[in-house]
């Protein structure tokens, strides 16, 4: 069956740090990864996806996740993190019509 | 950039009371889903919704959960009697495709408390 686990419920950082939150999937065939941010009062908003080929996927403000397939990991990374990237982040799994998220990684950043 | 939105944000109500909560797709989008997540927990999956019927849904799921698209633009999940163990967040996503690479838009969610 398909899931997602992400180990840390909560990571501190200082801004300007480098951050990874982790991401390791079960699923049967070849996965289809997300990460989603969720910020106080705001939606699901995408950060990048993986379907296929290169293994290293570019996202939005910032953001790379890598894909390992030997170690079913899907990590968030992110050189030098700012205050505004405090929030919740998902990382999930599609398969057919429905994703499988994970329960989530609180990010806090301090000064 | 369209977006997904939801009304109301935060929905408080009695045990056994009816619920309807709104969502407006993004407007070129064709497929609908409803998830939830309960306080501490994962986002799960409720339902799927294309052509104006239920395409898949979960366990979760059940008789007193009803889905609508009353019009062009709003997607509606209606809770029949509502339970303390309701309460959560609930969250309207669309989508363009039902295919594998295609991602899901998700709203800010309404927040659903039942006394």
């Known amino acids: 069956a398909q899931s997602v686990t992400q180990p840390d419920i909560h990571i501190t950082v200082s801004e300007g740090a480098s951050l990874e939150l982790r991401c390791n999937y079960s699923?049967?065939?070849?996965?289809?990864l997300f990460w989603y941010v969720q910020s106080p009062g705001q939606g699901l908003q995408l950060l990048l996806k993986?379907?296929?080929?290169?293994?290293l996927v570019q996202g939005i403000k910032g953001f790379e996740a890598e894909f390992k397939r030997s170690q079913s990991s899907f990590n968030l990374r992110k050189p030098s993190v700012h205050w505004s990237d405090a929030a919740e982040y998902f990382c999930?799994?599609?398969?057919?019509?429905?994703?499988?998220f994970g329960t989530g990684t609180s990010l806090t950043v301090i000064p | 950039e369209p977006e997904v939105t939801q009304t109301p944000s935060h929905q408080v109500t009695q045990m056994g009371q009816e619920v309807i909560l709104r969502c407006v797709p993004i407007?070129?989008?064709?497929?609908f889903y409803w998830y939830r997540q309960i306080l501490g927990q994962k986002v799960e999956f409720l339902v799927s919704?294309?052509?104006?019927?239920?395409?898949?849904k979960s366990e979760i799921f059940d008789d007193q959960f009803s889905v609508e698209r009353p019009d062009g633009s709003n997607f509606t999940l209606k809770i029949r009697s509502t339970k303390l163990e309701d309460s959560a967040m609930y969250f309207c996503?669309?989508?363009?495709?039902?295919?594998?690479?295609?991602?899901?838009?998700f709203g800010p969610g309404t927040r659903l408390t039942v006394l």
């Open positions: 993986y379907f296929s080929g290169d293994t």
């Open positions: 999930a799994v599609r398969n057919g019509n429905q994703f499988y």
């Open positions: 919704f294309y052509n104006n019927e239920i395409s898949e």
């Open positions: 699923y049967g065939a070849t996965p289809y």
């Open positions: 996503a669309s989508g363009a495709m039902a295919v594998r690479t295609d991602t899901q838009y």
């Open positions: 407007s070129n989008h064709l497929y």
